[in-house]
């Protein structure tokens, strides 16, 4: 019987981790497979469990040979763990070592100690020990990956893989609620098989497919925002050449910033949004403008100045968006009244809009202007301290400094 629950749950493992949705994170996917490891817990104890969560390397998914090998081993440890946890949670609650695995269809999943009730406690430490280190062995590998991609100086990883570090930060703790949430389900399957015994697996696709598919739609909405962004993102700098990948470096700024204050990740990934937009306004502004090589008339710097009501007007009807068009319409105010286009001052200016400021201002610092060469890094934050107070939040100004030299700084 042993074997048979082994192989029946291994086998539902493997079809859970056949249906993965994406997230954000750069080349990882979720998927509920996490409730059959649980259930093994429970029927199988550690050395069940730790068998069952191997079964990720026998993915049906095309996957490189490294790639199979670390999700087995990950699953594999994080089953046994949770196993051991139940166990030892088990002795604390004082269920008998002969009825810590005993829900058969004969026995009915009832205890002599207490009843299924009993199993709860011991089962939530198991969740939680899975959790923590799935996921901490995964993120792990995130940052080994990162530090993997270092641009040919040898100092900083691009932004690409900056922007995968940052959506890991704010996919983990949904992903790990989630998987908490079906870990609840592993017990009900545990529970079930007291009743039914390996058909618990097949009714238990049931709650698992409709889950999937909520994550989908969830994942096919997020790929729709992502693509409307990167439409207007792309038609901002097919007008102003000059801002070819201004737009994607301002919003991993801000997001830096963001994670540096300690935002949540909500706000964090919309104030992401608006360092992506910040400039879309800037389709309302005469070609010529954008392009000129040398400084602006006092009517061309008014026309420049309509930008970010332009980009409200434009982005205005994105209902996603949110707090995000607060960083669009005000990201050049200044901390001393004197910016635009409201003049608003301190704390007035909305937090969004300090914080795309300073992630703007950077960028175009360290960036060749047709009117300039670039700064070095080392003078931009200069001139960053500079306009703290009077330009820039003295408080994003250091929090972005200092997210900047743990960003190159990091392995």
């Known amino acids: 019987m042993w074997l048979v629950t082994g192989v029946t749950l291994a086998a539902l493992f493997v079809f859970c981790d056949y249906i993965p949705i994406s997230t954000r994170v750069q080349r990882s996917a979720w998927s509920p497979s996490s409730a059959a490891t649980l259930a093994a ?6 050395v069940g469990a730790g068998l069952v969560g191997a079964a990720a390397a ?83 590998m995130l ?24 959506s890991a930060r704010s996919e983990a703790l949904p992903l790990a609620v989630t998987d908490l949430g079906f870990a609840a389900l592993g017990l009900v399957v545990a529970a079930l098989w007291a009743v039914v015994g390996p058909f618990a697996a097949a009714i238990a696709l049931v709650p698992l497919y409709v889950a999937r598919w909520a994550m989908r739609q969830i994942a096919e909405q997020r790929r729709a925002h992502s693509a409307i962004l990167a439409t207007f993102c792309q038609a901002v700098e097919t007008k102003d050449l000059y801002t070819r990948g201004h737009s994607e470096r301002v919003s991993n700024n801000a997001a830096m910033i963001a994670r540096q204050i300690g935002m949540r990740a909500d706000r964090a990934e919309a104030v992401a949004f608006s ?44 209902r996603f968006l949110n707090e995000a068009l607060t960083g669009i319409m005000h990201h050049h105010e200044r901390m001393d009244g ?22 703007d201002a950077f960028d175009a610092m360290t960036s060749d ?7 070095t890094v080392s003078q931009a934050i200069s001139q960053l301290r500079d306009g703290a107070g009077s330009h820039f939040d003295p408080v994003i ?3 972005f400094i200092a997210g900047l030299l743990d960003s190159t700084s990091a392995p």
């Open 41 to 46: 817990v429970v029927l199988l104890g550690p």
């Open 58 to 140: 026998l993915s049906l998914c095309r996957l490189p040979a490294a790639v199979r090998i670390f999700n087995g081993a990950t699953y594999s440890l994080a089953g046994s763990a949770a196993g051991g946890a139940f166990v030892l949670a088990g002795r604390l609650v004082r269920i008998p070592a002969d009825e810590r695995f005993s829900l058969t269809p004969a026995g009915a999943g009832r205890s002599a100690s207490g009843g299924f009730s009993v199993l709860i406690w011991p089962f939530v430490a198991a969740a939680v020990v899975h959790v923590l280190i799935s996921h901490g062995l995964i993120w792990q």
């Open 143 to 166: 940052r080994l990956d990162r530090s993997g991609h270092l641009d040919r100086s040898g100092d900083r990883a691009p932004p690409a893989a900056a922007a995968a570090i940052t």
């Open 275 to 318: 360092g992506l937009l910040h400039d879309v306004g800037k389709l309302g502004v005469p070609t010529m403008v954008l392009r000129k090589a040398g400084p602006l008339t006092a009517e061309e710097r008014a026309q420049m100045e309509l930008h970010p009501r332009c980009g409200l007007e434009i982005a205005g009807h994105i």
């Open 338 to 359: 004197r910016g635009y286009p409201m003049g608003l001052a301190g704390d007035e200016i909305p937090e969004f809009g300090r914080i795309v400021a300073v992630a």
């Open 369 to 375: 202007r047709p009117y300039r060469k670039a700064l």
């Open 397 to 399: 100004v250091e929090a």
